[in-house]
């Protein structure tokens, strides 16, 4: 498949293969909005199978610099994914440093991945060096990996979120940073290395042609392992981060009666028949949290809404009087597309 075109700007890097979520097109992007050829829908037509309405669908780039390809019918409520204010405390929280070790970790694997060895190029595939960061919410992890990617000659970044808030947070920190996609339009190819493509779409519906990522990262979102080896390159990568066993151990205790541990790799089992496992790193982080970052920390996770307001209400009381204890572990997978 051909590179999605871009308006007249002049810029020659190498786009991701974008597609319509509506109907499976190429997208054609130009710096107000993305607009399918119709391809697929003409070759339905083709097949005697003639759709209701041959359109060219659109859709809007937003002034941030974000696109929303998700469709209403792929939505399960009416503002899918994190809140504002979620978002705005795990902005907090992670600005505090408290995961930064995961941070680092993630990206000093990134930048140790054999990627020009070990994906295949595909006839198909003219879009250069793709990655798509799944579920990846304000960019915390998303910037960070960005950097080890430009090492590995990544030619772009897709970072995809089902939160329209958390979305509009990435690109306005993209933007601010000088790495959206945009300003890639406008400057010339080499001054903005593996751009940032900032879109509010389902992971399930990838609005990506199958077979043009060079590799996927999704920390702490969710697993799909056949559409993610549908949608990488042969020996392509996989980089998963999780919640290990013992996380937040002691806030998890003074907040349920019942405490069910974390089952990190549980999925495995499922991406056997299409990933070999590569590696398997720990992090461990203490944390001694103040009542406002323990406050943020219950805000950004489920722990907001399902403890009991009562436990919560003495837990952060207990903060306000002397700094909460506790471990965050996490555990990081690397796999390769067989």
């Known amino acids: 498949m051909s590179p999605s075109p871009v308006s007249e700007s002049?810029?020659?890097?190498?786009?991701?293969?974008?597609?319509?979520?509506?109907?499976?097109?190429?997208?054609q992007l130009d710096a107000k909005s993305w607009t399918c050829d119709a391809?697929?829908?003409?070759?339905?037509?083709?097949?005697?199978?003639?759709?209701?309405?041959?359109?060219?669908?659109?859709?809007d780039v937003a002034r941030q610099g974000y696109v929303n390809l998700l469709p209403v019918q792929q939505k399960k409520s009416k503002a899918p994914g994190d809140s504002p204010e979620s978002?705005?405390?795990?902005?907090?929280?992670?600005?505090?440093?408290?995961?930064?070790?995961?941070?680092?970790?993630?990206?000093?694997?990134?930048?140790?991945?054999?990627?020009?060895?070990?994906?295949?190029?595909?006839v198909e595939s003219k879009t250069g060096q793709c990655w798509a960061d799944i579920g990846s919410g304000e960019g915390y992890y998303t910037l960070a990996m960005r950097e080890a990617l430009v090492k590995q000659?990544?030619?772009?970044?897709?970072?995809?979120?089902?939160?329209?808030?958390?979305?509009?947070?990435?690109?306005?920190a993209s933007k601010a940073a000088g790495v959206l996609w945009q300003q890639a339009t406008v400057q010339a190819a080499a001054s903005i290395p593996c751009p940032i493509y900032p879109l509010v779409a389902s992971a399930a519906h990838l609005p990506l042609a199958p077979g043009s990522l060079t590799g996927i990262s999704t920390i702490f979102s969710p697993i799909l392992p056949e559409v993610f080896a549908q949608m990488l390159q042969p020996g392509g990568w996989l980089v998963i981060a999780k919640p290990d066993v013992g996380h937040l151990a002691s806030v998890r205790e003074a907040?349920?009666?019942?405490?069910r541990e974390h089952d990190s790799d549980?999925?495995?089992?499922?991406?056997?028949?299409?990933?070999?496992q590569h590696a398997v790193l720990s992090c461990n982080q203490e944390?001694?949290?103040?009542?406002?970052?323990?406050?943020?920390?219950?805000?950004?996770?489920?722990?907001?809404?399902?403890?009991?307001?009562?436990?919560?209400?003495?837990?952060?009381?207990?903060?306000?009087?002397?700094?909460?204890?506790?471990?965050?572990?996490?555990v990081v997978y690397i796999l390769r597309k067989r």
């Open 39 to 59: 391809s697929q829908q003409a070759s339905l037509m083709a097949d005697g199978k003639t759709p209701a309405k041959l359109s060219h669908h659109s859709f």
């Open 255 to 259: 907040l349920f009666d019942s405490v």
């Open 10 to 27: 002049a810029h020659t890097f190498a786009i991701p293969d974008f597609i319509c979520p509506l109907c499976q097109s190429p997208l």
């Open 287 to 330: 944390l001694q949290l103040n009542q406002a970052d323990l406050t943020d920390l219950l805000t950004m996770t489920p722990y907001a809404y399902r403890a009991q307001p009562a436990k919560r209400d003495a837990l952060l009381t207990s903060a306000n009087e002397n700094e909460f204890k506790t471990e965050a572990k996490f």
């Open 87 to 122: 978002i705005a405390a795990r902005q907090r929280f992670l600005a505090a440093g408290h995961y930064a070790p995961l941070q680092t970790l993630i990206g000093e694997q990134l930048a140790r991945l054999a990627i020009e060895e070990s994906v295949e190029e595909t």
């Open 266 to 276: 549980k999925f495995l089992t499922q991406l056997e028949p299409y990933f070999t």
């Open 153 to 172: 000659g990544i030619d772009s970044l897709i970072a995809v979120d089902i939160s329209k808030p958390a979305v509009v947070t990435l690109a306005k």
